[in-house]
């Protein structure tokens, strides 16, 4: 059936639902009040000679930033097709900015389930008699829904599971493979560069750390602890020979 | 040291239920083909609840949409099925084509065809060699890879990507097949059909295979149609519907080619369907490379996009028609854009890819929506696996073929 068709059938049949009927490109879309939506889907997909079997998508729409003025903030958009007689119709249900809320249609397609978590997760959409209705791609404790115009592109603030995960970072690097050098080090450079200097292979690690050790019990410990040779910039035939 | 704290442990009274437990499999599983998490509740190996969780790869990619011209959108949907990302991008362009009214000629619809089924065998291949590897077929992952590994540099002979391609562009293709790409393909279509049968061979009469695929996660046509299953998985379950045949695009319309139906919904007759559609997909190529007409590869009306092959003097491409693209932006036209909305739907390798576009009259989309076939294929793993056991969870997430980064999006 052609889609004008369609959406005059259910014009005739739900009159006082039907807000408007939009065509662009060949293609159909009804605009509908909320409070009918299961009854009229149910009967898209019941009815003999229309038989839409197959919930193509499902998704919300903001329209506050939209350039012409639209009668309602928020559109729910169901997109129906019919695999037996290959026909499609698109519904568009106008909703509220203030508290927007559409009955679930779970119960005629279970493959609802999931959109509707996600309008209700980008958008905020409510839907009545919803088994699960909780976030579905964002954390739980997520503020604001994204795809509403008001929502900047790069979000407001972190997510707060980020800020935590990335403390515990910062804990664990304390004692992690490459732990951040003790602040005594920075102070008496000849250790290290005594230590790294390829030119004086004859030091030992122990010796190299010796003369400014004064202060640095705890560096000098800790290199002396290290095998001979161990960071001194020899290699492993020099060390052998030695 | 601390002394450890002295506390009474609780030891559970036997109810009945003390082989219940939860777990977690996911996000690091290899068997979830990604970053899929699967909470289960197990009562000793059979699955009481099955709770997936996506959105461990969201970026926002339809909000990043509304910020972008259509020419700056092309590349995102490469990052949707990152596997088959070729087909991703024909699905778009096809669904801005249709918005902004823009014919593609004859060629680019024929090489659009090809690479679309070139990335359906790339993407199958892949399904099966990871797939067979889950259930514990090593070999076949192997033997896959090696044909894919040939897609894949024809695709980098093609467009210069082997993943990510932006080949496909608004009104047509971005460079021209040449004689080494249509030889090389030859070369592979020709000696396919008989790895095919290599792979099958392996596992079609595999006792294992058949234990492990032949009744697990049946679907019936009717819960097939509620859960919105699509692509092989609906067809699986024995329902006649394929994008390609019944809203064709592209050259599909031009091409003979058949529709694989099977009728078990198991995974076993998944398996099958894709199999067969292997085997379509090589028909279509053969047809494509003897019918591949002449002509330009970009439309007239096609926004420019700074194709190589299509160069027009620089004054020229600023007040072409439709000088939508990255250019006509930078120089403060204003190109008149249609107000309006639609859904296209196109049959990637995965299932059913739609595109929801709506435009104001902007440069940019006002609203797109992505119908995903892995979103919601996901979202059916808990009717398939609810009552059968955890390894046939790991059988039904193979064989429904779900890509995580066109799921999260």
């Given at each position: 059936?052609?889609?004008?068709?369609?959406?005059?059938?259910?014009?005739?049949?739900?009159?006082?639902?039907?807000?408007?009927?939009?065509?662009?490109?060949?293609?159909?879309?009804?605009?509908l009040r909320p409070d009918q939506i299961v009854p009229i889907l149910r009967w898209l997909r019941d009815s003999a000679d229309l038989r839409m079997d197959h919930l193509r998508a499902l998704c919300g729409v903001d329209n506050s930033k939209r350039k012409t003025s639209y009668p309602e903030r928020f559109e729910v958009v169901y997109q129906l097709y019919s695999t037996e007689l290959r026909h499609e119709i698109r519904l568009r249900v106008l909703l509220p900015e203030k508290d927007p809320h559409?009955?679930?249609?779970?119960?005629?397609?279970?493959?609802?389930n999931w959109l509707e978590r996600e309008v209700f997760d980008m958008f905020g959409i409510r839907f009545n008699q919803h088994p699960n209705l909780k976030r579905v791609l964002l954390p739980d404790d997520w503020e604001g829904h994204p795809l509403r115009k008001e929502y900047p592109l790069k979000g407001r603030k972190e997510w707060q599971g980020l800020v935590e995960l990335k403390e515990r970072i910062q804990e664990l690097d304390q004692h992690g493979f490459y732990p951040p050098p003790p602040v005594e080090a920075k102070k008496g450079g000849t250790a290290k560069k005594g230590a790294k200097n390829p030119v004086e292979p004859q030091k030992t690690v122990a010796q190299a750390a010796g003369p400014a050790s004064a202060g640095k019990e705890k560096t000098a410990t800790v290199?002396?602890?290290?095998?001979?040779?161990?960071?001194?910039?020899?290699?492993?035939?020099?060390?052998?020979?030695? | 040291m601390k002394e450890p704290s002295k506390q009474t442990v609780e030891v559970p009274v036997a109810t009945g239920d003390e082989d219940r437990y939860r777990l977690r499999m996911g996000p690091q599983h290899p068997a979830t083909h990604g970053v899929l998490r699967v909470d289960l509740e197990l009562d000793g190996e059979t699955i009481v609840a099955c709770d997936p969780q996506v959105g461990y790869l969201h970026r926002g990619i339809e909000k990043l949409a509304e910020n972008r011209t259509y020419a700056q959108t092309l590349i995102l949907t490469d990052r949707l099925d990152y596997i088959a990302a070729m087909s991703n991008n024909c699905g778009f362009c096809v669904a801005v084509e249709k918005l902004l009214a823009i014919t593609p000629p004859l060629r680019a619809r024929y090489i659009r065809t090809i690479v679309n089924e070139m990335s359906r065998l790339?993407?199958?291949?892949?399904?099966?060699?990871?797939?067979?590897?889950?259930?514990?077929?090593?070999?076949?992952?192997l033997y896959c890879?090696?044909?894919?590994?040939?897609?894949l540099e024809l695709f980098e002979e093609l467009c210069g990507a082997r993943l990510t391609f932006s080949y496909p562009r608004i009104g047509g293709v971005r460079q021209d097949v040449n004689a080494y790409f249509i030889d090389g393909l030859q070369r592979f279509i020709d000696i396919f059909p008989e790895k095919i049968l290599e792979y099958e061979t392996l596992i079609d009469t595999n006792r294992i295979w058949l234990k492990r695929t032949?009744?697990?996660?049946?679907?019936?046509?009717?819960?097939?149609?509620?859960?919105?299953?699509t692509g092989a998985c609906l067809r699986a379950s024995g329902v006649d519907y394929d994008v390609r045949k019944h809203q064709p695009y592209d050259a599909y319309d031009l091409v003979d080619f058949e529709v694989p139906i099977g009728q078990e919904g198991d995974s076993y007759a998944?398996?099958?369907?894709?199999?067969?559609?292997?085997?379509?997909?090589?028909?279509?190529?053969?047809?494509?490379?003897?019918?591949?007409?002449?002509?330009?590869?970009?439309?007239?009306?096609?926004?420019?996009?700074?194709?190589?092959?299509?160069?027009?003097?620089?004054?020229?491409?600023?007040?072409?028609?439709?000088?939508?693209?990255?250019?006509?932006?930078?120089h403060k036209t204003k190109p008149t854009y249609p107000a309006g909305d639609i859904y296209v739907a196109t049959e990637v390798p995965k299932g059913e890819l739609g595109f929801y576009i709506i435009s104001d009259g902007s440069p940019r989309a006002y609203r797109m929506h992505i119908r995903s076939p892995s979103f919601i294929h996901i979202s059916a793993l808990t009717a398939l696996s609810e009552g059968g056991l955890v390894a046939d969870l790991i059988t039904n997430i193979g064989s429904v073929d779900v890509v995580l980064g066109e799921s999260d999006r």
């Open positions: 059936m052609e889609q004008r068709a369609i959406a005059d059938t259910l014009k005739t049949q739900f009159s006082e639902e039907v807000v408007d009927i939009v065509e662009y490109q060949g293609q159909v879309g009804v605009l559409v009955d679930s249609v779970v119960s005629l397609w279970s493959g609802a290199a002396a602890a290290l095998p001979a040779g161990v960071n001194t910039g020899k290699t492993l035939r020099e060390r052998d020979q030695a | 790339a993407s199958h291949l892949l399904w099966l060699a990871t797939h067979a590897l889950d259930i514990g077929a090593m070999t076949v992952f890879f090696r044909e894919r590994e040939i897609l032949v009744g697990i996660g049946k679907v019936s046509r009717e819960k097939a149609l509620s859960l919105g299953l998944r398996y099958r369907c894709r199999m067969e559609e292997m085997r379509q997909s090589v028909r279509i190529l053969q047809q494509c490379i003897d019918q591949l007409p002449p002509g330009p590869i970009v439309g007239e009306d096609a926004p420019d996009l700074h194709m190589s092959q299509r160069i027009i003097p620089f004054r020229e491409a600023r007040v072409s028609a439709y000088g939508t693209g990255l250019i006509a932006l930078s």
